[in-house]
């Protein structure tokens, strides 16, 4: 998964679009690799959901401002 430019959408399969069009992810392309198992494209989005940072959280781990990150 990485971000996509503004109005691009969400690009992705089944079970994964309906997963972030659930949460709200708006601009989004994704790629899986390996199996395409419904359950397990699915537990995959969730853990890479669950995996992001805050935007505070980096800047706190690079000891710089939240402006210059």
Do not use: C, H, W
């Amino acid at each position: 998964m990485k971000p996509a430019a503004p109005g691009t959408g969400v690009v992705a399969g089944g079970a994964v679009r309906a997963v972030l069009e659930a949460v709200g992810v708006k601009d989004i392309l994704t790629k899986s690799l390996g199996s395409s198992n419904a359950f397990n494209l699915v537990y995959a989005t969730m853990q890479a959901l669950g995996s992001l940072r805050s935007k505070e959280s980096v800047a706190k781990l690079r000891n710089k401002e939240l402006a210059e990150v």
